[in-house]
């Protein structure tokens, strides 16, 4: 029989991508019997309660003499003590930088005589695609990397990435995201009358961040060209500001054609009750939410860009467009609303493929089998 582990799990504890899959994968090992120390500033916004499970506090004190707060030492220190109080086994950070730097000094501070953890660095994008391309980050980002026991990424586009940005040596694993949809409530139809959204209509869903690279301006002026306008409802989840897009709803004339819900911690209810995604990023390592819509049985229309052709499947699971073109979206949308045939084959086909590349346990098996090796390598 295997060996229980004790692993550390550093990550962001926000609505965003990578503190999802942290979180959810932590939730699954503990079910799977394994010991997890989530170490964060905040308690992951999904972790629940349960048996394995622990929450460590980065806590953040403010001093006048520091111009910026600091957060990558008390995060350090932090590690290190849950290190040595736990003894465990793996560290699993999320992003190189302040994570895996953190973990790095934490590491050197723990010394040759204490037990020390394998550090495995997963990484999300932005360490690669935005940071990396700044100056006064590439260095720390490159050596935080370096120095990592093994190197994972969310997508086969961003390892690729990655190793032309920093000129990485270090072998790095594949390792996707994963989403499994739970038995949704309220109903599809409770939500759509809650929305005042008929049947007759087709209900477009995007969900993000909001933030400048997911474009959600492109989406707004695709849906403003539909030749179907008139039959479409858009309902964004924003997982951030909105206020910069208001104004442009506005000019869009498109009042009546946005629905906008601002922080939805429970979003499966709302997947359930759409008909399309849409999403039009110009940079997206893999795009946690496209799986998420795919997995409940709704085709996307999407960029072709980053990791995104990786999750879905071009004329398959949904439609591919060039980034920057609302007119490519706004086509590529009427098509799929004037074959509603096609629509409900591509969300089968949609549903199927994310429950067979895409299964938590899988991917879980996979993330196990990576601590394994490093820990052997040793
Ligand atoms: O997309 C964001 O702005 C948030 C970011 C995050 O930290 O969660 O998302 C990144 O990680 C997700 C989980 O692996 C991926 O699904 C997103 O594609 C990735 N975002 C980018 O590469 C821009």
Partial sequence: MESRLKIGMVCYPSIGGSGIV??????LLAAAGHEIHFISYERPVRLKCGENLFYHPVVVN???LFKYPDYTLPLSVRIMEVCAEHQLDVLHVHYAVPHATGALLAKQMLGPDKKCPVILTTLHGTDTNLLGKDPHYRPIIKYSIENSDGVSTVSESLKVQTIETFGIQHSI????NFYAPATVKPSREEVRQELQVTEAEHLLLHMSN???GKRVIDVLKAVARLNNRSRVKLLILAGGDFEPYEAEV???DLQDRVIVIKDVKDIEPYLNACDLGLYASEAESFGLSILETLAHGKPVVATDVGGIPEVVQDGRTGLLVPPHSPEALADAIDQLIDHPEQMT????AAAEDAKARFAPPVIRDQYLRCYRDLL???
């Avoid at 942290?22 to 939730?27: I, K, N, P, S, Y």
């Avoid at 694993?173 to 996707?176: A, E, F, Q, T, W």
């Fill in 345 to 348: 084959a591509m969300g089968q």
């Fill in 22 to 27: 942290a979180t959810e994968l932590g939730m």
């Fill in 173 to 176: 694993k594949v390792i996707p």
């Fill in 62 to 64: 403010e001093y006048s």
């Fill in 250 to 252: 506005m000019r869009l």
């Fill in 376 to 378: 052997a390598s040793l």
């Fill in 210 to 212: 909001a933030r400048p």
